[in-house]
């Protein structure tokens, strides 16, 4: 049978290995003002000093520059490559039918990730440049465990060795994701541990401390401050993470141009800002310099609504061993309630998506913290779609999915981008509990 007069739907928009983009994009110089930079507490050492100790010296570059692009090095490309880079955008023409909404559904594949994460975006980037810079080791802190095990994987494939140190209350229970971690040569500690100062005081209290993020970055910083040959890595909220990402967005812009659309909306869930980021900066860039019409959704969950929070100066972190960030936030030292998207569950949201949110660029939704609205959204998406999302990329899909049923009753058809961050092949305990799958 002939090809030349069929018509076939589109549903993938690729780009070749050549179309990958070759430079990251630095919102700083185009933000509507500049960003107030971190700062110091009033009493106590100087964190700002500390910094140089505590990230790589090319990442700490790039958290204060005011060049547009950054070159992407060769070689990252490369491994950017290797990681499954680009990554397609789908059309959600299933989904579209099921909703029976006039609205255009895309959505961008990042569960397509070695890890099942964004995350690999800039571990990859902080490992390429670790390794450049002599560094044998990397260290960090994981919640969630979805950044330990990106940046586990990133050191293997740059031939690093990798420390996690895992919050207890999580690490004791997801043995598979340990499994994963270890399988990429990573050693994994439950925090807090015996292994460090602020640890070991906590430990020898209690031997079954649940532990926290805050404790876990003590540990990860205590530990690469006290070898020369080891370098500390965090994986949002900061710049640069943001930057690293942009990969997503651009991609998702040049997809859009090959098939003449653009978006009106897009959505992305939100923690602490990296993947939300990554995917909406580049088109924030067309609103803040080309004047185009966007609006912006980050998705977050009741549990840690940190864009609801108070925009002050606070700690990144639970033991303020970080300077100052300019941020929306809902106390460093505020407990959060455990949810199963344990990505989203942070205090505070990147000072750089916290301006843009202060100055009504970006509006924000919380569901419920049972969970139960934003998997039956998911569910909803796994039978038209098929793919898995991660329960955090769940609240993407969510949010998308309110705003398609919203253009169903306009009768709007709206061009709707969302973001799903990651896959959720470890996360199937989570959803049998909320959905209550027998
Ligand atoms: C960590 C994580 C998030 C939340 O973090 P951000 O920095 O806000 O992106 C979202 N989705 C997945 C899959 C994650 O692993």
């Given at each position: 049978m002939s090809s030349v007069n069929r018509k076939m739907q589109r549903r993938q928009i690729t780009l070749t290995t050549d179309e990958l983009p070759k430079r990251w994009y630095n919102i700083l110089p185009d933000l509507p003002e500049p960003l107030p930079p971190p700062k110091d507490p009033?009493?106590?050492?100087s964190r700002l000093k500390a910094l140089p100790e505590i990230l790589l010296a090319e990442c700490l570059k790039q958290e204060f520059s005011t060049d547009r692009w950054i070159d992407i090095p060769d070689e990252l490309l490369s491994i950017y490559q290797q990681a499954g880079r680009p990554r397609p955008l789908f059309r959600a023409l299933n989904l579209e039918k099921r909703l029976g909404t006039p609205a255009k559904m895309y959505y961008k594949s990042e569960f397509y990730s070695p890890t099942g994460s964004h995350k690999v975006n800039t571990a990859l980037a902080q490992a390429f440049y670790a390794r450049e810079q002599g560094f044998a080791r990397l260290t960090t802190e994981t919640g969630a465990g979805q950044w330990g095990t990106a940046l586990a994987y990133a050191a293997s494939l740059a031939n690093l060795k990798c420390t996690v140190y895992w919050v207890r209350a999580v690490h004791d229970w997801k043995n598979d994701r340990r499994g994963f971690m270890q399988l990429f040569g990573a050693e994994v500690y439950a925090s807090p541990s015996n292994l460090t100062e602020v640890g070991r005081k906590l430990y020898e209290k209690d031997r079954n401390h649940p532990g926290s993020l805050g404790i876990a970055i003590s540990e990860g910083i205590e530990d690469a401050k006290k070898d020369k040959n080891a370098i500390y890595c965090l994986g949002s909220v900061l710049n640069h993470v943001l930057m690293h990402q942009t990969i997503i967005g651009l991609e998702t812009q040049a997809q859009f141009e090959k098939i003449g659309e653009y978006p009106d909306l897009v959505i992305s869930c939100l923690g602490g800002g990296s993947n939300f980021g990554g995917f909406a900066l580049p088109f924030m860039g067309d609103v803040l310099t080309k004047g185009k019409k966007v609006k912006f959704i980050a998705a977050q969950s009741q549990a840690a609504p940190n864009l609801q929070g108070e925009y002050k100066y606070d700690f990144a972190d639970h033991g303020e061993l970080t300077p100052l960030l300019k941020m929306y936030t809902l106390g460093h030292q505020t407990s959060l309630p455990p949810i199963k998207g344990d990505g989203l569950r942070y205090h505070g949201c990147s000072p750089i998506i916290s301006l843009l949110r202060d100055k009504g660029y970006i509006d924000t939704v919380a569901y419920p913290q049972d969970e139960k609205q934003v998997f039956a959204h998911a569910r909803t998406f796994i039978q038209a779609e098929g793919f898995l999302p991660a329960p955090e990329s769940a609240y993407s899909i969510a949010c998308a999915i309110d705003e398609a049923l919203k253009c169903k009753q306009t009768g709007e058809e709206k061009v709707i981008a969302f973001n799903i961050s990651g896959h959720g092949f470890m996360d199937i305990p989570g959803y049998r509990e909320v959905l209550g799958l027998k």
């Open positions: 009033e009493t106590g050492e």
